[in-house]
């Protein structure tokens, strides 16, 4: 089976890229281990039963996620009844898991089925396993807090306050699918940073520069084949995490109306519902610098 699908291949075309398939593996290579068993938390997506994606984040002290091969990862970690992406969860479901230290801007991406589930712990029989460049993660030190998660929050539309958490962003995770086309079954979550304010919003429409990258362009690719999405955005100051909902849209060519520097081309999501968690992350993130040459983008014009 082709490691990538065929709306990723097309979505490689139209962005002009040949692409090959160096550094995705069909298991976990042992540095892949090695990091995943030493992170705090853990980012993961799936679909829900009307086929939207959801997304999370898990959370534990190092050691919460294991493998006990190279093709087995699991995680020991509470799952919330009131957290729509975990009650989707079930064996054989398709999932999307990023592990991101922002200590040192490390991430990798692991992909697979679900094999096996208890109340507190899951199973993932991997597929795929593969790392992403550092470029555009926003380095900071992270602190364990004792938090009080409070109930879920659904939102009619989004308030002043979410407003601002996503026009200050310089992270958010993007989750996806793509009707398991491709080896992974098409479950997906990827990183997307750039200076604060590099989601633009506009009504109920959330604009978003799409930055050079590795060039697989796993989540354009699964966005072809699947236009829903969901995003999720952190506070890493009160440890909320905002879940928001949408179908997007691609612009090939960039967005004369949304100029921003560096930007190869734009997607946008416009939004349908949206959900957040108060306090729901056991760790705070302080930032450890600021580096515009690092995150390498511009602003809005």
Not at 125 to 143: D, E, H, L, M
Not at 294 to 299: A, E, I, Q
Request: hydrophobic share 40%; proline share 6%; glycine share 8%.
């Amino acid at each position: 089976m082709d490691i990538f699908h065929a709306d990723e291949k097309r979505a490689q075309l139209m962005a002009g890229f040949m692409v090959g398939s160096a550094g995705i593996y069909p298991a976990m290579p042992q540095q892949h281990r090695d990091f995943f068993a030493g992170l705090p938390s853990f980012f993961i997506a799936t679909l829900d039963a009307t086929g939207w994606p959801v997304a999370t984040v898990l959370s534990g002290p190092p050691g919460f996620i294991s493998t006990v091969d190279n093709s087995h990862l699991r995680i020991n970690a509470p799952r919330r009844e009131d957290c729509p992406a975990l009650s989707a969860l079930r064996p054989g479901q398709t999932l999307g898991a990023l592990g991101l230290d922002f200590t040192n801007r490390r991430r990798n991406r692991v992909n697979g089925v679900i094999s096996r589930m208890d109340k507190n712990r899951l199973e993932l029989a991997v597929n795929q396993s593969f790392g992403n460049c550092p470029k555009y993660i926003q380095r900071r030190k992270i602190s364990a807090q004792v938090n009080h998660p409070q109930p879920i929050v659904y939102l009619d539309k989004l308030d002043a306050e979410e407003r601002n958490l996503i026009r200050s962003a310089d992270t958010f995770f993007v989750a996806t699918h793509a009707h398991g086309e491709s080896i992974n079954g098409g479950a997906d979550i990827s990183h997307r940073g750039g200076k604060p304010g590099f989601v633009k919003i506009e009504g109920d429409t959330l604009w978003v520069p799409d930055f050079s990258g590795n060039r697989y362009m796993n989540t354009l690719g699964n966005m072809l084949a699947e236009p829903r999405a969901a995003l999720l955005f952190l506070n890493f100051e009160s440890g909320d995490v905002l879940h928001v909902q949408g179908e997007t849209e691609i612009r090939w060519q960039g967005e004369t109306q949304h100029p921003l520097e560096g930007a190869e081309r734009f997607w946008c999501l416009h939004i349908r519902r949206a959900w957040r968690f108060q306090a729901l992350l056991p760790w705070r993130g302080t930032d450890i610098e600021y580096s515009p040459a690092t995150l390498d983008t511009g602003v809005w014009a």
